[in-house]
């Protein structure tokens, strides 16, 4: 596991996504990069729900929360979302988001859980699930974004395969992100 000089690693919690969760997402962002949005689009093979952003931490403590997630998601009822709209985060616009739905509670729960089991704060506001698509690399990237309104979007449902701790690395080509195995 790499990390930063002080020898911390960038991490978050968050539910990784099926094969056809991700196949939808990547229609979807066809779709609107076809209408003219312009943004730094999230690769399949990095589209997740954040959970909780851990921020920098020691690899001890990644791998004690990593250990903690897997018991928590394994007592906790499976999750089911869907993706109900298309948003964005910042003011200004940064983050083209899919909103997402959590009908039965199980997402809200298990992130609860997390946070309070782990000692870890509450993060600034209440969560929102959502599952990031692209970023706006500036003011006319994320002007372009008026361009989806009545683009037409279909809900999808989905349910997360599990909940785990993944550690960010970032290089020229993009992030990457781990999953912690314990």
Same mark, same amino acid.
């Given at each position: 596991?790499?990390?930063?000089?002080?020898?911390?690693?960038?991490?978050?919690?968050?539910? =990784? #996504?099926? /094969?056809?969760?991700? %196949?939808?997402?990547?229609?979807?962002?066809?779709?609107?990069?076809?209408? +003219? !949005?312009?943004?730094?689009?999230?690769?399949?093979?990095?589209?997740?729900?954040?959970?909780?952003?851990?921020?920098?931490?020691?690899?001890?403590?990644?791998?004690?929360?990593?250990?903690?997630?897997?018991?928590?998601?394994?007592?906790?009822?499976?999750?089911?979302?869907?993706?109900?709209?298309?948003?964005?985060?910042?003011?200004?616009?940064?983050?083209?988001?899919? =909103? #997402?739905? /959590?009908?039965?509670? %199980?997402?809200?729960?298990?992130?609860?859980?997390?946070?309070?089991?782990? +000692? !870890?704060?509450?993060?600034?506001?209440?969560?929102?699930?959502?599952?990031?698509?692209?970023?706006?690399?500036?003011?006319?990237e994320a002007r372009s974004w008026t361009k989806a309104e009545g683009l037409g979007f279909e809900p999808f449902s989905f349910r997360p395969p599990?909940?785990?701790?993944?550690?960010?690395?970032?290089?020229?080509?993009?992030?990457?992100?781990?999953?912690?195995?314990?």
């Amino acid at each position: 596991m790499s990390g930063n000089l002080d020898g911390t690693c960038r991490a978050f919690v968050a539910f =990784s #996504l099926k /094969d056809e969760a991700k %196949a939808s997402c990547q229609f979807l962002q066809s779709r609107l990069r076809g209408a +003219g !949005l312009r943004c730094k689009w999230v690769a399949p093979e990095n589209l997740h729900v954040t959970a909780y952003f851990l921020g920098d931490r020691r690899r001890a403590a990644l791998l004690s929360i990593a250990a903690n997630v897997r018991l928590l998601a394994a007592r906790l009822p499976g999750v089911e979302l869907t993706a109900a709209a298309l948003d964005s985060f910042g003011r200004p616009p940064r983050t083209l988001v899919l =909103s #997402l739905t /959590d009908a039965g509670g %199980a997402a809200d729960a298990l992130v609860r859980a997390v946070r309070e089991d782990n +000692g !870890l704060e509450p993060e600034p506001g209440q969560w929102r699930a959502h599952l990031t698509l692209g970023r706006a690399r500036g003011p006319e990237e994320a002007r372009s974004w008026t361009k989806a309104e009545g683009l037409g979007f279909e809900p999808f449902s989905f349910r997360p395969p599990r909940l785990g701790v993944f550690v960010s690395r970032l290089t020229p080509a993009g992030p990457v992100y781990t999953e912690l195995e314990v």
